[in-house]
């Protein structure tokens, strides 16, 4: 996912747009610019491709100064990575950084190359910045009405700033589709497509809405919504602290996440415990409740780490709430002929709130006929907050690792949280309400207790790391545990990993099974616990290399390790066993030197189809 920043302001902002774009590096990128409009009202622009700190030795030979500017990382989508395709791109007088998919832009780009411009880029972006100035010259109106007429013309979801030299006083931002915020300072105001961008320099945001263009200029701002109307946006005063984004003590984010996850189980669980006995959401109303009461069946909707969060509350609804539950992955949702069951309630799981997929499915399901909507999300301001009936948040805090840890085990605190309360609601008596209470206000600690199996687990990564292919396997709601266990190692250490319900072993995985092959399965004691022993057996007796995470203690033989855990209530060990999984994964993907928190090709928040 690209990131933005610019800023209008009375000092020189060179430093400020550098050090603010580096701190959008985690959202994954190629290539890096950024353009001012200096005191002869002319652009200077520098671009390269690798990483920011590239940009910046560039950009301090060139000694610039401009009080304008914008500046973008670029995730390749439409071109391949190289310092022409970078932004800021420019026509003429006019500049623009963009995030997002133009989807007609070579229809545009054709109509465009007919009139005379020259594209020295493969860009959906170069279309748009041509386009605008275009417009504006068979026109002659301004570049706000010349944003709207060209907005008309294009498809796709996108967010864009644009910068005009002839007019060095302002910027004009545009939200359609892909996140965009403006943070207000002092005389000086700022846009990014992210908070964590502006948090050292301010905590009020202007979280824009779908369909708005916004004129930023020192003293004001202008908001305009999607039917050219001017609107006043809610500010928000972010209560997120500038120190919480720094790795503090820790190598590296991810690292930090996977130990902040006791901390944000008890933000997620703060507020939301009455006396011990009985949850209760602030956020839903009597609506809502209502719902609850009629609902006989649940939709759910995510991408990658979500849907796997999705997958283990599908056996937590079906089996606790008797109230029969689908999973479906947003871009399937969204592709295909639907049938809606009777009185189905809707419900989107995102950590960032941006996910272009799991947008699209939300959008659809309005037209569906559901009882409701609801989205759990970790990003209050975002689209999907700000789109859904209701919404829950999981206060992980900020998750700038690309690979997902403390956003799934808090989805899966609220989402058994919700479990509880729907139970208590359609059966009007709370005995299970209660015991999840007291099982959940236990998690922290159980939690806190896995991870000081850290040296054990690093031990197990140093036997791992040079493996070409591993398999996970875990029964009922483990199987989505192995599901995530094995997205996160191919994610940072790009090692292939294949996860299998371990009951499917004979339908297929077993003819992979050599002396090679290790297998790692999260073997919980539960009522699947003697089935679990029995695929394992199945393994031993084929020389496979098998490691157990298990509470309960297991018949050795020579090709198994066990690292046998705290013991674990049976309702909340979906929660407790992926975290060995991510320590796993963490630490053979720095035996490897790969790059943890950015790896390779991939985006923290997927903000296109």
């Not at 011990?276 to 109303?285: M, Q």
């Not at 999973?327 to 272009?356: D, P």
């Not at 290790?518 to 007796?541: D, F, M, V, Y």
């Amino acid at each position: 996912m690209c990131g933005i920043v610019a800023a209008v302001t009375q000092r020189n902002i060179i430093n400020f747009l550098l050090e603010n774009i580096k701190r959008l590096e985690y959202r994954g990128y190629d290539s890096s610019g950024l353009a001012i409009i200096n005191k002869n009202n002319n652009f200077s622009r520098v671009r390269c491709v690798g990483k920011v700190n590239e940009l910046i030795e560039k950009t301090k030979k060139k000694k610039l100064f401009g009080t304008i500017g914008l500046a973008h990382t670029r995730w390749a989508t439409h071109g391949k990575v190289s310092e022409k395709n970078t932004h800021p791109h420019i026509s003429s007088h006019i500049a623009i950084v963009h995030n997002g998919i133009i989807e007609n832009s070579f229809q545009l780009r054709s109509l465009l190359t007919k009139q005379g411009y020259i594209f020295y880029s493969e860009t959906d972006t170069e279309v748009i910045v041509h386009l605008l100035h275009w417009e504006q010259k068979k026109t002659g109106k301004s570049l706000l009405e010349v944003m709207r007429n060209s907005l008309m013309k294009l498809q796709g979801n996108y967010s864009m700033v644009v910068m005009d030299s002839h007019n060095p006083s302002k910027l004009i931002a545009v939200c359609s589709g892909c996140p965009l915020i403006i943070g207000l300072g002092t005389k000086e105001n700022f846009i990014a497509s992210d908070q964590i961008a502006l948090l050292n320099i301010t905590k009020r945001f202007i979280y824009l809405k779908e369909g708005d263009i916004a004129i930023v200029k020192r003293e004001n701002i202008k908001i305009f919504n999607k039917d050219n109307s001017i609107i006043k946006r809610k500010i928000i005063k972010s209560d997120v602290k500038y120190e919480s984004v720094k790795k503090g003590k820790y190598k590296h984010y991810m690292e930090k996440e996977i130990y902040e996850q006791p901390k944000s189980i008890r933000n997620t669980l703060k507020n939301r415990l009455k006396n011990n006995t009985s949850i209760y959401f602030p956020e839903l109303g009597l609506k809502e409740i209502n719902i609850f009461l009629h609902l006989e069946h649940i939709q759910i909707v995510a991408c990658g780490t979500s849907y796997h969060a999705a997958m283990v509350s599908k056996h937590w609804f079906e089996s606790i709430a008797n109230i029969p539950c689908d999973v479906e992955v947003a871009s399937e949702f969204s592709s295909r002929k639907l049938a809606v069951r009777k009185k189905s309630f809707f419900i989107t799981l995102s950590q960032s709130g941006e996910t272009a997929d799991t947008l699209r499915a939300l959008r659809i399901s309005k037209k569906l006929g559901y009882l409701g909507n609801l989205t759990i999300c970790n990003m209050k301001g975002s689209s999907l907050v700000q789109e859904s009936d209701n919404y829950l948040l999981t206060k992980a805090g900020v998750e700038i690792g690309v690979a997902s840890t403390k956003s799934f085990t808090t989805q899966l605190t609220v989402l058994l949280m919700l479990v509880a309360k729907i139970v208590s609601i359609k059966k009007k008596e709370n005995d299970i309400e209660k015991k999840i209470v007291k099982i959940l206000t236990i998690l922290p600690y159980r939690i806190e207790e896995i991870l000081k199996k850290n040296k054990e687990i690093q031990n197990i990564a140093k036997k791992l790391y040079n493996k070409k292919n591993i398999l996970f396997l875990g029964r009922g709601d483990q199987y989505p545990i192995a599901m995530e266990g094995a997205l996160k190692l191919k994610e940072i250490s790009y090692i292939h990993a294949e996860a299998y319900p371990s009951g499917e072993l004979k339908h297929g995985p077993l003819a992979l099974i050599d002396k090679n092959m290790p297998i790692i399965i999260t073997a919980p004691k539960n009522s699947l616990l003697e089935k679990t022993k029995k695929n394992i057996q199945e393994i031993c007796t084929r020389g496979g290399l098998i490691y157990i995470f298990s509470d309960e203690e297991i018949n050795l033989e020579k090709n198994i390790t066990l690292l046998k855990v705290p013991y674990v209530e049976e309702i909340i060990a979906p929660i407790f066993y992926i975290v060995p999984l991510q320590l796993l994964a963490y630490y053979i993907a720095l035996s490897k030197g790969t790059n943890i928190d950015q790896p390779r090709n991939l985006a923290k928040s997927v903000t296109v189809e």
